[in-house]
């Protein structure tokens, strides 16, 4: 009870409703696996699209060891309908980054990988002359115009130049500082030209004939180049760039080598002492631009791939966040794939590394798939060799149109078979089971399976895609590789992930409350709630909700040895349907009778 000292009304705040439980996701899926580029370490962004997964992770474009398998992954999983993902990258032995210097100036890609041996160019921007010659009470002056504190400028003193910062004292004056550190007033300079610089990223590529090429340029900036401007080019490019987006190259100078505003300029164009004021500069005037510099392209080399990633990076760490490791404080996941790594050496320990992470995290199911080229008895075996509950294989790969040379590309099913969960569970609900259900951007399958086939691998837990004569080609199997016949079904494994993660998620209120039956009721309450909006949704079976459910959270459940450790035990049953899996008709002739 609140505690009143002084007389008088006070007016307080109470709840007679029992409290909520809203039901999670369960549609997020999390991939890992081998990219072009990307971070192999720290928390994953969540991705909604494609284009989100390309300007983070690289395209389609295949490794150096082989398919670009979690590329393509991605891509099925956002055409078949998912909406959100985690990609977590691994990397393997060899793995290097691509990098070239100019100068003082060194630039290497932000992470590993072939892709990383980009084109760079470097654009200067060269404004009008910004220094104002005006005078005040008789005196001459001048002032700078249209400049902000920590711009770049080209200051032309006679016949040479030099790249300065523009910086604004506290009391309003204007100094011209460079590299060294010493400044200039406006009133010694010729002529003040403001100069940004714009750079452009283009990636390798293949074009449609094979051929390497670059993608069209991805634009940064314009960017100052002062070392201390909190936007500039040295901030937004460092190691740990300021930008909330990181852009994928990193600039920073030669060991021992302390950047300066004129540090980029003085790599790029041609010393000022041998030239004077370069042919891009106008005499001093506010009117008209100067001409614009020369455009200074880069490439970078030496970003490699290296080889096919080990189970223990697959396995990752909890430290570094990297591998799966990295997954397990992102709890919107509820579905994971190693797309691709039924290709790998050590594909036998990556499958386990998936299962246990699913089993460790509990809310979770891995998608798994079946090496490509196994028979019929091949895909039954690698069932064979592990059991779990959180965890489904599907067989055989997919086709599908090679998107740079045409041809069939054939590809795991688990990126198609995660996408269409997440649409069947955006679209139906976590309860019905995901198969009967069209592989939208499948052209055909590795292999036509029969019935005759399917009736050796459906028992056994392997979930078919079969090809049917005007309905497609379509997910026709939703079992687990569970030995325990309670968890046989994908629905039945998932729905009750769903259930209890939904319940765990929002009953945290109840933890430290006084121990009694006022918040037994409670608790009785919120979860009996929660049942019979999921029975009125169809998920339970039952004509009235005293079949679908019950929950129990009172004496019978709890001893005083519970109550006095602290233990607040809840006991809850719900019958949850089943998929039909076998719809069975029984026709027999009948006579028909005089009468009728």
């Not at 909604?48 to 992770?57: E, L, N």
């Not at 494994?493 to 769903?498: C, G, P, Q």
Request: aromatic share 8%.
């Amino acid at each position: 009870m609140p505690e009143y000292l002084a007389p008088g009304v006070y007016v307080e705040e109470t709840s007679y409703r029992a409290k909520s439980i809203e039901g999670v996701s369960t549609s997020t899926a999390g991939f890992v696996g081998p990219t072009r580029t990307g971070p192999d370490s720290g928390k994953p962004e969540v991705l909604t699209s494609f284009a989100d997964f390309q300007r983070t992770y690289g395209g389609l474009e295949d490794l150096a060891f082989g398919t670009n398998y979690l590329a393509h992954a991605a891509h099925a999983f956002f055409e078949e309908g998912g909406a959100r993902l985690y990609v977590m990258r691994v990397v393997g032995a060899g793995s290097a980054l691509a990098t070239a210097d100019v100068g003082d100036v060194h630039l290497s890609a932000r992470e590993p990988g072939a892709a990383g041996n980009a084109q760079v160019t470097f654009n200067l921007v060269v404004g009008p002359n910004v220094l104002v010659r005006t005078t005040v009470g008789g005196i001459p002056t001048s002032a700078l115009m249209r400049v902000r504190n920590f711009d770049s400028v080209v200051v032309l003193d006679g016949p040479s130049y030099t790249v300065r910062s523009a910086l604004l004292d506290l009391d309003g004056t204007w100094r011209l500082a460079d590299g060294s550190g010493s400044a200039v007033a406006p009133d010694d300079v010729d002529a003040v030209y403001p100069l940004s610089v714009g750079v452009d990223i283009s990636r390798p590529t293949i074009d449609a004939r094979g051929l390497p090429t670059f993608t069209a340029p991805v634009r940064y900036g314009p960017f100052a180049l002062d070392p201390t401007a909190p936007d500039g080019l040295w901030k937004v490019f460092a190691t740990a760039s300021s930008s909330n987006e990181p852009p994928p190259l990193v600039i920073s100078t030669r060991a021992g080598v302390t950047p300066a505003v004129d540090t980029l300029t003085s790599a790029l164009l041609p010393s000022p002492s041998l030239i004077g004021a370069p042919h891009w500069l106008h005499a001093p005037s506010l009117v008209g631009p100067p001409s614009t510099p020369p455009a200074i392209a880069v490439l970078l080399d030496h970003g490699a791939d290296g080889g096919e990633p080990a189970a223990a990076a697959y396995e990752g760490d909890a430290d570094l966040v990297t591998g799966l490791a990295a997954f397990a404080a992102i709890e919107d996941i509820s579905i994971v794939a190693a797309p691709g790594s039924t290709e790998y050496t050590e594909r036998r320990d990556i499958r386990q590394k998936v299962i246990i992470h699913c089993e460790a995290l509990r809310y979770r199911v891995a998608v798994l798939d079946v090496p490509v080229g196994e028979t019929v008895n091949g895909a039954r075996d690698w069932r064979n060799e592990t059991s779990s509950t959180r965890a489904a294989i599907y067989y055989p790969w997919v086709t599908i149109t090679d998107p740079f040379i045409g041809g069939d590309l054939l590809l795991p099913p688990s990126g198609f078979v995660a996408g269409i969960w997440a649409r069947n569970d955006i679209k139906r609900a976590v309860f019905k089971a995901p198969a009967n259900e069209v592989i939208l951007s499948a052209t055909d399958l590795e292999r036509r399976l029969t019935k005759g086939q399917q009736e050796v691998l459906n028992p056994e837990g392997v979930n078919c895609l079969r090809f049917f004569a005007g309905r497609g080609n379509l997910v026709w199997g939703a079992r687990t590789i569970s030995d325990d016949p309670e968890w046989k079904y994908v629905s039945v494994r998932r729905y009750f992930a769903y259930l209890e993660h939904s319940i765990e998620r929002s009953t945290q209120w109840a933890v430290f409350e006084p121990n009694g039956d006022a918040l037994w009721i409670n608790v009785r309450r919120t979860i009996e709630d929660f049942l019979v909006a999921e029975w009125k949704s169809g998920a339970l079976l039952g004509l009235d909700p005293k079949d679908a459910f019950f929950v129990r959270c009172d004496r019978t459940t709890m001893t005083q040895n519970d109550l006095d450790n602290g233990r607040l035990v809840c006991l809850i049953g719900v019958a949850v349907v089943k998929p039909a899996e076998f719809v069975i008709f029984r026709i027999g002739q009948w006579t028909a009778s005089a009468t009728n």
